[in-house]
């Protein structure tokens, strides 16, 4: 058997899973989105549609929100840590990363404890201005959820890209008379660029796509995947669901796609 | 004195971040093993809502194990031997399929479900069957097998091993077995954590995918959280967790191990 052949043969299991489990569901589901009774028109019901866009709209806000705020806390959190030594910085670390691979399913519950009907933050605002606070079950509630699900995973890229920096430039920045802020402002962050746009955009994507999280707080918060859902299980509007998903996907993978353009690394979801 | 003060300020807010992260598990871990979580932990230690769990969802948890494992094997079987080739072969074709198999890192769980359902749905035996479940496994979790074998390969120039043995005159199966398999070793196994750790806790094709008859351990962790109350619901993620975070601590050690070589 000559090598080429093996190279063939060696590749060729991958090649019939993937059309099989993947290519071809993918095109019978654009094709379905096709043909249903509005037609093509289907994929554009997303933004024509007053309730879809609506609903569309409210969830580029949400995954924006989610991802200002994880860049912000998490950039906050990783130069602290990157920058210097103290004791009990490694148990920190682990703190702040375990949650990395927690299922949505999972983050959802941890949220309904933290500010549930029996949660923690309802305990305690009950105990000092005799008011529960419950927010679990709203968009405030997926917020928090998908903020804990993105901060293990940009605190991590940030840490490597801080690591990375050349301290030089910050300590020439420095003699030269920049103020701590002016030398963040100006030499830390640009830097850190390429790192917040393809830990951001990991992040839009997964608080876009993600449905676990949203399944446990509440089937009826208005985003995207929680729509597709109760289109296709409770309306069996299957053509519906399919463009809209299909609308979700190439908006996720469009976000990965171009964040990858831009700073060159390996780019992923997760959910 | 302004720089102690900054530093106090950073402190602060990662360690209330820190407590964001954690402080739920430490809720969740307590409440499972608390005779009355509205009454507190005053009401007592028990391990019946462990063993309540364990009763009700056994044949979840256990199926879980089942997909996680096929799902290793198959991804081992046909992503081993694919990324040998996808690196070996280089070009543009194999850029393309490396592009196409890392697709369903993009694309939400819920439309890769969607798509399988409207293909396979109508072939009863292989709805109805576990079999279902593990096809959407093997594609959503393939691209992390596939490549991080590849990164092993493009760190240690295995073109030259390979054509070292293949001038020895070993066959290309046994250069595969006894060269390309030992040398992909550190990214196999890093490749196989992750891929059960994805198995054991995938929720988003799963639910669409499942049967009442082929519930998996997310499966059911969302049925608890729906029905069951708070104590039942957290003894559950109290097992998932203890299933789940030694795989994590494997996969960070490999992480940390891969940064120092």
């Not at chain 1, 299991?13 to 093509?40: E, S, W």
């Not at chain 2, 399988?116 to 979790?141: D, E, M, P």
């Not at chain 2, 120039?157 to 070292?164: A, C, P, Q, S």
């Not at chain 2, 967790?241 to 994590?248: A, G, N, S, T």
């Amino acid at each position: 058997m000559s090598h080429r052949t093996f190279v063939w043969i060696c590749l060729l299991p991958l090649v019939v899973v993937t059309i099989a489990f993947f290519l071809l569901p993918i095109a019978q589901l654009v094709v379905v989105g096709a043909t249903g009774p509005r037609g093509l028109s289907a994929y554009l019901a997303i933004l024509t549609e007053p309730r879809y866009r609506a609903t569309m709209i409210n969830t580029v806000v949400l995954a924006a929100a989610t991802t200002i705020a994880t860049l912000v806390i998490a950039t906050i959190a990783g130069l602290f840590l990157q920058r210097h030594r103290f004791p009990g910085r490694a148990v920190l670390i682990a703190m702040l990363t375990f949650p990395l691979a927690f299922p949505g399913v999972v983050v959802g519950f941890l949220i309904i404890l933290l500010a549930g009907r029996q949660g923690l933050i309802g305990a305690i605002s009950n105990a000092v201005s005799g008011e529960k606070i419950v927010f679990a079950y709203s968009i405030f509630g997926l917020f928090l959820g998908y903020l804990y699900f993105s901060i293990p995973r940009v605190i991590l890229t940030i840490m490597a890209a801080v690591q990375k920096l050349d301290v030089g430039l910050e300590e020439a920045a420095r003699s030269l008379g920049a103020s701590p802020w002016a030398v963040q402002r100006d030499v830390v962050l640009p830097a850190l660029g390429p790192a917040f746009v393809a830990s951001g955009a990991i992040a839009f994507a997964t608080a876009m796509g993600a449905f676990g999280t949203a399944f446990t707080l509440a089937t009826n918060i208005d985003v995207l995947p929680m729509l597709i859902y109760t289109e296709f299980t409770l309306a069996a509007n299957f053509s519906i669901s399919a463009a809209l998903s299909i609308g979700l996907g190439v908006i996720a993978w469009a976000i990965l796609a171009l964040a990858r353009s831009f700073s060159g690394g390996a780019v992923a979801a997760a959910g | 004195m302004r720089d102690r003060l900054i530093f106090l300020g950073q402190l602060g807010f990662t360690l209330l971040v820190a407590a964001f992260l954690v402080v739920p598990v430490i809720l969740s871990l307590s409440a499972g093993v608390t005779v009355n979580y509205f009454r507190g932990i005053q009401s007592g230690i028990t391990l019946q809502w462990v063993r309540q769990v364990w009763e009700l969802y056994a044949g979840e948890i256990f199926l879980s194990f089942v997909i996680a494992i096929a799902t290793l094997v198959v991804t081992l079987v046909v992503g081993v031997p694919a990324a040998y080739a996808l690196h070996v072969r280089g070009g543009k074709l194999s850029r393309v399929i490396e592009e196409i198999i890392t697709l369903p890192l993009a694309i939400p769980g819920l439309a890769i479900a969607l798509a399988l359902l409207l293909t396979y749905g109508g072939f009863g035996s292989f709805r109805r069957s576990w079999l279902f479940i593990l096809a959407g496994h093997v594609i959503f979790t393939m691209p992390f097998m596939v490549r991080s074998v590849m990164a092993v390969f493009a760190s240690i120039d295995i073109k030259t091993l390979d054509e070292g043995a293949a001038s020895l005159g070993a066959s290309p199966w046994r250069r595969f077995r006894n060269v390309i398999v030992p040398n992909a070793m550190p990214g196999i196994l890093a490749g196989s954590l992750m891929v059960v750790t994805l198995s054991l806790g995938e929720f988003n094709l799963t639910w669409m995918l499942h049967t009442p008859l082929t519930k998996t351990l997310p499966v059911g962790l969302a049925d608890a959280y729906a029905s069951m109350r708070l104590e039942v619901a957290s003894a559950y993620t109290l097992i998932f967790f203890v299933m789940i975070v030694p795989l994590l601590v494997a996969m960070q050690m490999f992480a940390d191990e891969g940064q120092k070589r």
